[in-house]
Structure formats: C-alpha cells, structure tokens
C-alpha cells in the first residue's frame, strides 16, 4: 500500500549539525497525524522539507506515489499540500479576510491571477464560512496584526482552507494558546479530518497530541525513532529514554546499571504516587557519591521556599513569577544553586526553563520575587552589571559569531574587561584549556562543527572567569560522542571551581552529571532533589509524556 | 455611500483643476512646472505599483526613464520625424522599450531581496549610466538632440502638459486596477511575509517581475515626453540618481503602498522643488527644503502623509462618533479620498 504522504530517508545538515538523518515518515490518508519528539528533534525541519522550505540532498519525498523532493513551495501547495508556521506567519498589514484571498485557487495561471479582481462575491462568501468556522468572522475587516494570538493560530488554519488542501501540516497549533481554545482547535481539527482531509501534527503538548491523533511518530536526532498508536507510543520505552535522553553507547549502560545498583537517600513520600521502592543492596560505586538529600515533590500551591542547609547558596531565587508580554511564563519560582555543585535544571518544552535563565541574567525582569548572587540581590540589576559579578551565560547553540574568527569570538567574551594585560593572560589559560582556540584561531567560527563551536563558547565564557556558569542546552544538535565531550567539559569546569547551572533537554545525561536537580513543569518547580533522586523518581516520565508512563521495573534496577 | 460620493466628488474637484489650470494660469514658467510636476507624478505612481505594493525598494527607476527618453529621441532621429504631435506617438514605443529592459534587470535583481536588492537596482543603474556615455548610437556625453516642438511661444507648454494628464490618468487607473486585483493582493501579501505568500501558493517570482515591468513603462513613456519636453538629451540628465531618489522620497512622503500617496507626494515636492530653482536660481537650495520636509515627514507621519492623516481622522472621528456637526462632514469627505487611496 503506498501511502498518501511517504518521505524516505530524508538527511539536511546545517554546518557540522545534522538536523535530519535517514529520517523516514508514512503519512496515512484520512487520519490525523502525530509528529512528537523533544526539541531539536527535527520535527520543524521535516515540515520544511516536505513543503520545499529547505532543501535536501539525500532522500526523497512522494506524494501520492509521485517525487516532489524539493518542489519549491507553491508548487507543493498547488499540489493539495497546506502548512502552518510553529511562529504564526500572517500577513499583517492585510485584513483578515484579505489573508484569506491571497492563496491561489489551484493553479490558476498568470493572466488570471493578473487580471482578476481580488474576492469575488462567491470567494468572499468562501472565506467568510471559512472565518465562521474557525470562529473569527466577526474579526473579518480587522487587520491581521490586531489579531490575539490564538485567533492568529485560526486565522493561519483557514487561510490554508481557502485553497482546500488535501493534507494539512500542522506546526504547533496549540502553542502558546490558553486551555479553551486549544478546545476548539483540538475540535476543528477533528472536523477538518472527518471532512476527509489528512493531518499531521506537530505538537508539544502530548494530551493533545495523544487524544487527537490515531498514529504518532517519534523523531528523536533527526531520525524516526518510533510509529505506532498513541498507546504503543506511550508504552515504548524508547520514547521515554528519547525524551530524558536515550543510554546511547554500552560504557553509559553500565555506568547506569552500576549507579541504579548503589545505595541513595531514603526518597520521602509526597503528596503524589508513591516513590519507587528502594533497589537492591549496594553493589560497587561507580562514582564518588554526592551527598544525597531527600527528594521532595514540591506541592503545585502554596510552596514554602525549600529551607537551606549549611552555607548559603551562591544564586538563591525565590518566588519569582516572570514572563513576556501578558502572560506569566514562570510562576512562583524557588531554588538554589549551592556553590561549587552543577545543578541540572529539567522539564518539558515550554516549561519555562530558558526563560528562567533569562531572568537570572537580567535580560528579563522578575514581576515578583527576589534573586540573590552570592549574598546580594541581582534582580534589579542590567544584564552587564550581572555578568560583571560573574555570572556568566552560554546560550543556546548557534550563539557565535559564525562571519569572525575563532580568536575574535573567544575575546569578544572579555569585552567588558579593560585591562589588557589580564585579557591576555585569561586567553593564554583558555587556549591551554582548549587547544582548538589556538589551532583553528584564524578560521571562521561559523565553519566549526556543532560541537568545536560549543568548546569555543565555553571558551569565550571563561574569558571573564565568571563564577556561575549557566549553560542552556549545551548538548543540543549534537550527536551522542560530542556530547559525551561537551557533558564531559562541564564537569571539567566544575572540577575547576566553577558553579554551574544547567539546563538540558537530555534530563538523563544531565542530571547524572549533576549533584542538584529541579524538574520545571508548566512555569513551577515540581521536583527537587540531588540529580539521582529527580532522576529516579517515578513520576518525571509523566510529566514528559502526559499520563502515567512507567518505565519497565526491571530496567530501572539494571538487570 | 456617503463616503463614495465624496471621493468622486473630491476626485472630479482635482481633475477638473488640473484641467483648468493651464488656461487660467498662461504664465509659461508656471505651466512648466505644471508639466515637471505631472511628470514626477506619473513617475512616482508607476514605482509606487512595483515598490510600494511589493514592498521591494527599487532605487533604479531611472534606467527606464533614461531608456524611455533615448528609445524616443533616438527613434525621432532615425524614422526622421520632425516634431509636433508626431514625437507624441513615439511614447508608447519608449514606454516599450522601458518594459523591455524592464525584463531582465527585473529577472537579475528580483533574484535578491531587501537591502540586497536595493544596492543591486542601484549597480544597474550605474551601468545604463555608463553604456549611455560610451555606446557610439547615444551620442555619448553630448547626447541627441530632439524634434523642436513647433508649437506658439505662449501655448508651448500646452500639447505637453495634456499629454502628461493623459498618461497621469492610465496610470493611476492601472494602480487601481492593481491594487483591487487578486495580483495586487499577492503583492502586498509579498511585503507582509513572502516565504508565506509561497507557501499559499503564490507565485512570487513571476509577480514580482510583472509588477516591475509594469512600473517601467508609464516611466519610460514620461521619459520621452521629458526629453522631447527639454530639447536634448544626454547621459547625466537621462540617468539621474536624484531622480531614483526624488521617486522614491515623494511616494514615502504621501504614504508608500497607496493610491493618492505618491501622487500628492509628487504634487507637492516636485512642484515645490521647481518653485525654489527658480525662485533661488540655485539648483543646490532645494535640496535643504528637501531634507528638512523629509526629516518632518519621517518623525510626525513616519507611514507617509495620506495614511497618518487617515489614521489622525480616524482616531478623531472615533471620538466625536455621536455628534455629526459640520466639522464631521467636512471630515468625511477627507476621509473618503483617504479611503479611495486604499
């Protein structure tokens, strides 16, 4: 049987990263789609490539038993082929109904489209039912860019009606939508597909993407990882270890297996599901032991700051509630970074994890709620006087300048240091640190693989000999060996004296490395603990994948 | 409906006073202003319908205003006709011509976009400079000189003024017919977002390059009447970066992506600019006035002077939206030319 959409051993590389590799997908016809995976996963990608945004080198694209790799868009269009942007993209000067009679009317050749008068009355009536149905009509002369962004999410939906696609392509539709609405998309979409057209969805959300969908294929690194029913899904383990970060070469299996063997702190009972009985009696440590302090499940409402033992901790943040434009995106935020330790921040997309570090950075101020560094608050201070204190911020990949050297990035980051003397000496030690800056000093950074480019931005990093080190997503994009040499220098650092907070999308790797772990779910910390407790713990597969999701017993005790 | 009547009214008032106005005012250096300004009208309106709708700023325009100019004063050469209102039927040819080379700077330019693009219509423009001064058939730096209109001293500037009308009007029929198409909707859906306009299927490349050629030929026929207007011309006039800039500047001032906007830009910069050269008998003074009214224009009105008074009256009408006195009348019938320009 072949299928209505079928793409075959896709690959697309961006530098040295791969954003898609042999990656393969079925489309069934007459279904809704899922498309999930973590971020970075390649999910957008694929969108990209099926509707000729990007262009491949490797691997084909068929729809409806015909080639269309690397048609270009509107082809693709024509075709019966429809998309929605993850950023909803609109025309914004244009009024609502306007965005509506943009798209072409399949084909409809060049003097046509020349001549012809914009909405006809038949075309007017077309894209007012279509507003009716998305429920905006009454927005109908507003300008696009007035628009709330849900109603831009339903505008962009019936825009693509317009032309009756075949198969809709669905990028995130209910991101950053509130709950009612997600309803009624959740509900459209369900219309749309008993109306006989096809969907695929890519979405975060899993209680959508799961109630909504009759298949789901994971992508994890690019690649189809699993296909199956929502329930399949849910139960492989491989879609958990996907999430938290797959065991990916036998040297971490063990490690694993040695490690779930040892002995940990008692895990107190909160008010959630029972913790895991404790496993078996100690076999050989693996590693020195962190100290173990018991893991609390922080309850959702009111939440007394987590009480400090010992000295105080080096960042100490507590009740912040911040976000962009009218929504709070963390919500009553409390944790400690304790001086010397790597604490591993973990939680699913859009939990709030890159925007609390934006927050502890000053680029972001907190609505309410304090953040103290080192004794003293910060949370009132510019971003360059916080980086002045030395706490220092490795963002999220790509942030170097790809168009200078690997010299002039790495001195970029003592731009705020004016004695030259110092600057020369802190490079010398970086170059010791990483030989990659002296060796490929005169190349252009943007030519370096994913993970030389982390090892430069650690570099540029450690220009200003910060204290606290927050590093957002060190090993995204890249493949499993580079990110065992990227876990690698962030523990190197640590054992350097550097404080370092982490947050990682592969909450497995990350939280082994870590001797401090807090799970952010929905913009509030859920889960605190050292980074084994929180990693142990029962219900942080629940909170990747919606519902109850147990990982096999007999794994977890590293049979 | 009230409304529409007042736009045609407002537009039959305008009309029927640039009908009128060179028999009332016979001052030849006035009614020569008149035919500079109908000139720089058509101009910025023609650009208007490629740059202000596709959002693409082309700053090379005069490519097609010079060809148009050597396409006329080169075919009145060779086909031997001798002035009148013979020259007046080679326009449309300039205007060919125009659209012609309009063809393939569209197909190289339009390969790149924004910033890129501008500095990619202004490389082409350096070219056409270039060849016009050294190809033998232009006549190099001296130039062509044209037909001497045999029309009386005193009506002169007449047979040009009503011609420019002429062209004024196709051309701003065309902009409407544009903008109302589904054609014009896709342009301005290419401004907004073009990788979206793709996505809908919109074919961007081959509108994109149509509403360039479109743009190209009212120019390349004001060009003609221009030079035909002037008596000569020669590379530095015919290929004038003041005149890619001069367009540009008046549709902004007017309001970039309308109808009236670059009309009334044209209207009055132009004018004014031509009232200070002789007034001044300085061509550098104006410049100043230039800058000045355009600094103005970009801190007070920063979307051009149509939309921001629209958007002004729509904000004042919203307020006093119970109590029509005369002063909302008087203010609907702005409004409504305001409108027409949408």
């Not at chain 1, 800056?437 to 910060?466: H, N």
């Not at chain 1, 962030?490 to 004296?497: A, C, H, I, K």
């Not at chain 2, 009128?20 to 000139?39: C, K, M, N």
């Not at chain 2, 550098?284 to 920063?302: D, E, H, Q, S």
Request: charged letters at 15%; one cysteine or more.
């Amino acid at each position: 049987m072949t299928h209505l959409l079928e793409i075959q051993g896709v690959c697309k590389h961006y530098g040295g990263v791969a954003a898609l590799s042999q990656c393969d997908l079925q489309v069934h016809e007459g279904q809704i789609n899922g498309l999930i995976g973590p971020n970075g996963s390649g999910k957008t990608t694929l969108f990209n490539v099926i509707t000729g945004y990007e262009r491949i080198q490797q691997g084909a694209v068929h729809y409806r038993g015909s080639e269309i790799t690397n048609a270009p868009p509107d082809r693709v269009f024509n075709l019966g082929i429809g998309r929605t942007f993850q950023l909803t993209r609109l025309f914004m000067r244009l009024t609502v109904l306007e965005n509506l009679l943009v798209a072409t009317q399949r084909d409809e050749g060049w003097l046509r489209t020349v001549l012809r008068r914009a909405g006809s009355a038949s075309e007017k009536r077309r894209a007012m039912d279509l507003l009716e149905f998305v429920g905006i009509a009454r927005l109908a002369h507003e300008p696009a860019g007035n628009l709330s962004y849900g109603q831009r999410k339903l505008l962009e939906l019936a825009s693509l009606l317009v032309a009756d696609p075949a198969v809709l392509l669905l990028d995130e539709p209910a991101g950053g939508v509130n709950p009612t609405l997600i309803g009624h998309l959740a509900d459209r979409i369900v219309e749309l597909n008993r109306a006989g057209k096809t969907i695929v969805v890519v979405e975060h959300n899993m209680e959508f993407v799961m109630s909504l969908c009759s298949r789901v294929t994971v992508l994890s690194q690019g690649t189809a990882l699993v296909s199956g029913t929502p329930a399949e899904v849910r139960s492989n383990p491989a879609v958990l270890d996907a999430y938290l970060g797959g065991e990916d070469d036998a040297s971490t299996q063990l490690e694993l297996a040695a490690e779930a063997a040892r002995p940990h702190g008692q895990v107190t009972p909160g008010p959630g599901p029972a913790p895991p009985a404790a496993p078996a009696p100690p076999a050989t440590p693996a590693r020195p032991a962190t100290r173990a302090r018991p893991a609390t499940r922080t309850p959702p409402t009111p939440m007394a700051p987590e009480p400090v033992d010992g000295p105080t901790p080096l960042l100490r943040v507590r009740g912040v509630t911040a976000g962009y434009g009218g929504g709070d995106i963390l919500k009553d935020v409390s944790l400690d970074v304790p001086r010397g330790s790597i604490t591993c921040v973990v939680g699913p997309n859009g939990a709030g994890k890159s925007t609390l570090l934006a927050t502890i950075s000053g680029l972001l101020r907190p609505r309410v709620g304090t953040i103290e560094f080192d004794g003293a608050p910060i949370s009132a201070l510019a971003p360059k006087q916080i980086l002045g204190r030395g706490l220092a911020q490795i963002p999220q990949a790509h942030s170097l300048f790809g168009e200078m050297t690997v010299r002039e990035n790495v001195e970029m980051g003592a731009f705020t240091v004016d004695d030259d003397a110092l600057v020369a000496q802190r490079l010398r030690a970086v170059e010791e640190l990483y030989p990659i800056v002296r060796e490929r000093a005169g190349e252009k950074a943007g030519s370096l693989s994913g993970g030389q480019q982390r090892l430069v931005e650690f570099a540029r990093c450690l220009m200003l000999d910060p204290e606290l080190i927050m590093l957002d997503e060190p090993s995204m994009g890249l493949d499993p060996q580079t990110r065992a040499m990227v876990f690698d220098m962030v523990q190197e650092m640590n054992q350097r004296g550097k404080t370092i907070l982490l947050v990682e999308q592969n909450a497995r790797a990350g939280l082994r490395l870590s001797s401090h772990g807090v799970v952010l779910e929905n913009g509030s910390v859920r889960l605190t603990g050292s980074g084994r407790e929180v990693l142990e713990h029962p219900e942080i597969g629940a909170l990747y994948l919606g519902g109850a999701v147990t990982r096999p017993p007999a794994r977890a005790a590293g049979d | 409906m009230r409304d529409r009547v007042a736009a045609v009214v407002g537009v039959a008032v305008v009309v029927a006073l640039i009908v009128i106005f060179p028999l009332i005012v016979t001052d030849p250096a006035a009614t020569s202003i008149g035919v500079f300004t109908l000139v720089f009208m058509v101009s910025a309106s023609a650009w208007n319908i490629f740059s202000g709708y596709s959002g693409y700023l082309a700053l090379g325009h005069a490519v097609f205003f010079g060809s148009g100019g050597y396409a006329v004063a080169l075919a009145a050469r060779d086909w031997h006709v001798t002035g009148g209102w013979a020259v007046f039927g080679l326009l449309p040819f300039g205007g060919l011509v125009a659209g012609l080379i309009a063809i393939p700077v569209g197909l190289v330019a339009l390969r790149t976009r924004r910033h890129t693009f501008v500095v990619v219509t202004i490389a082409i423009f350096f070219i056409f400079q270039l060849a016009a001064t050294n190809l033998g058939f232009t006549g190099g730096t001296s130039g062509i000189l044209l037909p001497i209109a045999p029309f009386s001293a005193a009506n002169f500037n007449q047979p040009f003024y009503y011609v420019a009308f002429g062209i004024l009007i196709a051309t701003v029929l065309v902009s409407i017919g544009v903008r109302r198409s589904r054609f014009g909707l896709q342009l301005l859906a290419i401004r907004d977002d073009e990788d979206r306009a793709l996505g809908l299927g919109v074919k961007t490349r081959r509108l994109k390059l149509s509403a360039f050629v479109i743009s190209a030929v009212p120019i390349g026929m004001v060009g003609g009447l221009y030079f035909y207007f002037v008596g000569q011309i020669f590379p530095q006039f015919a290929f004038d970066p003041l005149f890619d800039l001069s367009i540009a500047l008046m549709a902004f001032l007017g309001g970039l992506g309308t109808i009236t906007g670059p009309l009334l830009g044209a209207a009055v910069l132009e004018s004014l600019q031509q009232y200070l050269t002789q007034t001044f008998s300085s061509s550098a003074t104006y410049l100043i006035a230039y800058g000045v009214l355009f600094l103005a224009v970009i801190l007070v009105l920063p979307r051009g002077v149509i939309p921001g008074i629209a958007e002004l009256l729509e904000r004042r009408r919203a307020r006093s939206a119970s109590g029509p006195g005369p002063a909302a009348e008087r203010e609907s019938q702005v409004a409504g030319v305001a409108g027409a320009a949408r």
